[in-house]
């Protein structure tokens, strides 16, 4: 029979104890234990015996781990991979396969996740409507790699006020994810940049730690796996491609290759240089996978507004467009689309990003040439007025 472990953190004391996994091995598990049940299970005198520390804390580190700093009990697990030098042609397949074109920006990100994994990373999605494309293998790779510093949740995990089983992880993994609602999209972003979070576990006080977290987020909805709105930079998107072939075998041969690719990730020089909060140039992770999401969150009032002062500037062979929101209101509702100024002024102001003129002056702007119904006439009017050129709506 082993031993039996136990520690002291603070007051409270603890049973080490290693929990059988479904598909085998064990993890490490820490359980809240009496103090009386320990003196009859190895009598009084043992107490003395167990390892005290004055409590928890959090530091990641991949090359020189501590699990014990300043007394504190490091509750980030280390990973128990030797780095070798060898090759790792499979890993380089995978990588290969999930980032495609941007396959140096994919190893930086592993790169930075295993040298620095303190750094604030983009918010990685996959994508694919197809199955058998090699997502699950990516995050299962993940997982081999950083043990259980990875997490999987769920949508409803990620929605728990109850969050102390993730919160102080390396990576948080969502498989089909399905955070379509606008407060998901918003605490996800907000937790993607924070340095500190709230901790908070079922009958316990919450507490800050601070948050290195980062987000690894899989779906079959190509379209709205969650709100991503325009200009948004925090977002790193990829669709996979179907796999040509399935190995079964596939993930063991990652495993085997683990020690050689960290001992090249120790040696191998970044082709970024850090250039944001998040590490990479948004202009770097913007992908068409990104900008379809984008689109496919739009409402249609925005959609008939750039339409019709595009048609504007087009017919008119402009390349800005001047208007108060009466006069977009008026034109909106002449082609039977329904638009309340409210609506209008919302997209306008907090959406298309345009300040109003600072007085009231002259402008120029456009209204149905009744005449020719499909086309065009200016007319001059006094007012705070917009401008928007055809560069913008393009871009959007």
């Not at 202009?283 to 959609?303: D, G, Q, V, W, Y």
Request: net charge neutral; aromatic share 12%.
């Amino acid at each position: 029979m082993e031993k039996e472990e136990y520690i002291r953190v603070g007051t409270t004391l603890y049973k080490l104890v290693d929990q059988p996994k479904l598909g085998g091995g064990f993890v490490r598990k820490r359980i809240v234990w009496n103090n009386e049940t320990l003196r009859q299970d190895h009598g009084k005198d043992f107490m003395a015996s167990v390892p005290k520390y004055n409590g928890f804390c959090t530091l990641p580190d991949h090359m020189n781990y501590q699990p014990v700093v300043a007394n504190f009990l490091n509750l980030y697990e280390p990973i128990d991979h030797e780095p070798k030098e060898g090759t790792f042609s499979h890993i380089e397949a995978l990588v290969s396969h999930i980032f495609g074109e941007q396959y140096e920006l994919g190893m930086d990100y592993l790169q930075l996740l295993y040298l620095k994994p303190i750094q604030k990373l983009p918010i990685l999605l996959l994508v694919s409507e197809e199955r058998n494309t090699g997502k699950s293998t990516f995050l299962n790779f993940l997982k081999a790699i950083f043990k259980d510093n990875v997490t999987f949740n769920t949508n409803e995990d990620f929605r728990s006020q109850f969050n102390a089983d993730w919160a102080g992880k390396l990576i948080i993994v969502v498989d089909e994810v399905l955070l379509n609602r606008r407060e998901d999209s918003e605490r996800l972003k907000n937790l993607s940049t924070t340095h500190t979070y709230k901790v908070e576990a079922k009958g316990k006080d919450r507490s800050e730690i601070a948050f290195f977290s980062k987000f690894v987020l899989c779906s079959n909805n190509e379209y709205l796996p969650l709100i991503i709105d325009m200009g948004e930079t925090r977002y790193w998107v990829r669709k996979i491609e179907k796999l040509q072939s399935d190995d079964t075998d596939f993930l063991k041969k990652l495993k085997e290759e683990i020690p050689a690719f960290l001992f090249f990730l120790q040696h191998h020089t970044l082709s970024t240089q850090e250039e944001s909060r998040m590490w990479f140039n948004p202009k770097l992770t913007e992908t068409p996978a990104l900008k379809r999401i984008i689109r496919s969150n739009r409402n249609k009032l925005e959609i008939e507004m750039a339409e019709l002062a595009i048609d504007i500037m087009k017919q008119m062979n402009i390349k800005e467009y001047s208007f108060c929101l009466n006069d977009i209101v008026t034109l909106l509702n002449y082609t039977q689309v329904k638009a309340e100024k409210s609506h209008v002024r919302k997209i306008v102001q907090d959406i298309w990003k345009l300040q109003p003129a600072s007085n009231t002056l002259c402008y120029t702007t456009y209204q149905i040439d009744f005449n020719r119904p499909n086309y065009y006439s200016d007319v001059r009017r006094m007012g705070r007025y917009y401008t928007v050129t055809l560069e913008q709506l393009s871009e959007k």
